[in-house]
T-cell receptor
Framework: AAGVIQSPRHLIKEKRETATLKCYPI?????VYWYQQGPGQDPQFLIS???????DKGSIPDRFSAQQFSDYHSELNMSSLELGDSALYFC??????????????FGQGTRLTVV | AQSVTQLGSHVSVSEGALVLLRCNYS??????LFWYVQYPNQGLQLLLK??????LVKGINGFEAEFKKSETSFHLTKPSAHMSDAAEYFC????????????FGSGTRLLVRP
């Protein structure tokens, strides 16, 4: 079965550079979530999109932005990278109807290292 | 504010022994509850979920969890641990009126001794 695809799997950037992380949800899923997991930490919610509109926002720095495109894939753009941005970034997708929401399926993550 | 607490950052059991990982939540509205497993450098895999149906939920790999509203708990159990169960386990909650985003507990690392 198709899963959530994230690219790239690994990314090394220097301080003050920019990075773009991509997420391709499971087909027919209309909701995308982004999470950040620092070393030894639990995943922290960053932002989510439903039907290409931002639906919720968490502890996402102003230096980060994201969007969901017409084909439902999503991109997380990170600028002015800092050492503290080094983390595993997860994307998850789900399908939401008016009654409920399926569980979120996670991608394998993108490991970002800022040097 | 809604939150999730996992008691014990590390749990060590012998192979074949009972696994019990504890999770308590704080919520003013009925939550959806989940257990995820994460192997090193891997993504999060759903073990099981509670969505207001049966209070005893069976998941993959022999795991199950029981929702106890009176105790605001959703503990994860497995009758007999296997070496392959060694991983990080996260309890998580979500709510319909919070866009279904997941709030995770701090995680419990399960160690299985031979």
């Amino acid at each position: 079965a198709a899963g959530v695809i994230q690219s790239p799997r690994h990314l090394i950037k220097e301080k003050r550079e920019t990075a773009t992380l991509k997420c391709y949800p499971i087909p027919r899923h209309d909701t995308v979530y982004w999470y950040q997991q620092g070393p030894g930490q639990d995943p922290q919610f960053l932002i989510s999109f439903y039907e290409k509109m931002q639906s919720d926002k968490g502890s996402i720095p102003d230096r980060f932005s994201a969007q969901q495109f017409s084909d439902y894939h999503s991109e997380l753009n990170m600028s002015s990278l800092e050492l503290g941005d080094s983390a595993l970034y997860f994307c998850a997708s789900s399908f939401r109807d008016i009654y409920s929401n399926t569980e979120a399926f996670f991608g394998q993550g993108t490991r970002l290292t800022v040097v | 504010a809604q939150s999730v607490t996992q008691l014990g950052s590390h749990v060590s059991v012998s192979e074949g022994a009972l696994v019990l990982l504890r999770c308590n939540y704080s919520s003013s509205v009925p939550p959806y509850l989940f257990w995820y497993v994460q192997y090193p450098n891997q993504g999060l895999q759903l073990l099981l979920k509670y969505t207001s149906a049966a209070t005893l939920v069976k998941g993959i790999n022999g795991f199950e969890a029981e929702f106890k509203k009176s105790e605001t708990s959703f503990h994860l159990t497995k009758p007999s641990a296997h070496m392959s169960d060694a991983a990080e386990y996260f309890c998580a909650v979500s709510w319909m009126d919070s866009s279904y985003k997941l709030i995770f507990g701090s995680g419990t690392r399960l160690l299985v001794r031979p």
